[in-house]
Structure formats: C-alpha cells, structure tokens
T-cell receptor, first 115, second 115 residues
C-alpha cells in the first residue's frame, strides 16, 4: 500500500521556539493532506486539511497562526508549531489522500515535547 | 451527516479466545468503513476496509469485519487473540469520493490480552 513518512519521529524543543514537522507521500501524489493531533489515550483530532497549492482549512478552535501548514508540492506538507508552549506537547499525525480511492494513508506520527 | 460509535472503550480477553470490537455508524449515504490499529507511540495501521463490495471483509493478522446495513454496524472480530493484538483500535467512516465531508474517527477501543 501507499507509504507516508513523517520527520522527525520525536522532537524536544524549548518553550518559545518553533518546530517544523514534515509529512511526505513516498509513492503517490497526495492531492490532500490532513494533520491530526492525538492526546494521550484519546482519538485523533483533525486540525486542518490542506490541498496542494492552496491555503489550509483549519478546524474550529485551531489557531492558524500558531500551527502553520504548507502544502507546496504533491508529496510534501509541513506543519510548523510556532512559539511552542508545553501545552502544545502532543502526538501529531499526518495523513495523505490521492485523487483516486477515498482512503487516507497515515504517517507514523511525531511526538512533540515542549520543555 | 455521519457519525461513528465504538461501543466499548476497553475490551479484555484471554489469549486464544475470540475478539469482538463493536462499531456502529450513522451515514446519510453509503459510507466506506475502516478499522485501524495503533500500537503505543505508533501511527495507524490499516487492518481492513469496506467499500461497498463484499460485506464480509478480511483483513490482516486474522481480523475480519462484517458490514451489516440493517444494523448499521461494522464489528471487528478475530477467532483467536494473540498477545501482539494488544493495542488501540479505531473504527472510521469515510464519505464517498468527491464529498466535502470529512472522515470521522471513533473514540477508540483499547484491547488488552490476558495471558
């Protein structure tokens, strides 16, 4: 099946700094990518949907200036957590979907810890 | 509108006994349904999917699920549990291709396996 990678798998950063997470579709072109956040022992919460070449659509309650999403190519989307705070610590998962079958392929996730 | 309900937040079975994880959905159209498994600190792995073909779907690792339209259910089963099956399981409902609706995640069921 289709493969989606995320980098880094784990990152620790200091409060106030910014961190970028990459999501890549390795063997298909992802017309749409999704970013999720998962709190401990909880389900995935959709943060935003991004289509290649256009602005991301954020879910209600998600600060677009804090969680910057760029989907500049059909194989790469990035999530930048700006001015990170300890409450931003979480597990972030991306997924990608091509224009064909309506299935999302999930990345392995990135564990962000803000100290 | 669509929704998905996982009826049990936690299921515990003995190794070698059957597994049943329950999922009910609500959808105004014919949905695609998925089961994903997530091991600790890992991404989501697709177990199986239903996309309007055969109602009994076989997946990986001996899991299967049956789509029952009359009961709006898509329960996940396995005849004999293995210790490695201990994980979090998510039932997901997806709209048809071209729909503006988003996929919906269930709240998850944690499966524990007793030796």
């Amino acid at each position: 099946g289709a493969v989606v990678s995320q980098h880094p798998s784990r990152v620790i950063c200091k409060s106030g700094t910014s961190v970028k997470i990459e999501c890549r579709s390795l063997d298909f072109q992802a017309t749409t990518m999704f970013w999720y956040r998962q709190f401990p022992k909880k389900s995935l919460m959709l943060m935003a949907t991004s289509n290649e070449g256009s602005k991301a659509t954020y879910e209600q309650g998600v600060e677009k200036d804090k969680f910057l999403i760029n989907h500049a190519s059909l194989t790469l989307s990035t999530l930048t957590v700006t001015s990170a705070h300890p409450e931003d610590s979480s597990f972030y998962i991306c997924s990608a979907r091509d224009s064909g079958p309506y299935e999302q392929y999930f990345g392995p996730g990135t564990r962000l810890t803000v100290t | 509108a669509q929704s998905v309900t996982q009826l049990d937040s936690h299921v515990s079975v003995s190794e070698g006994t059957p597994v049943l994880l329950r999922c009910n959905y609500s959808s105004s159209y014919s949905p695609s349904l998925f089961w994903y498994v997530q091991h600790p600190n890992k991404g989501l792995q697709l177990l199986l999917k239903y996309t309007s073909a055969a109602t009994l779907v076989k997946g990986i690792n001996g899991f299967e699920a049956e789509f029952k339209k009359s009961e709006t259910s898509f329960h996940l089963t396995k005849p004999s549990a293995h210790m490695s099956d201990a994980a979090e399981y998510f039932c997901v409902v997806s709209p048809p291709a071209g729909s503006a609706s988003k996929i919906i995640f269930g709240s998850g069921t944690r499966l524990s396996i007793r030796p």
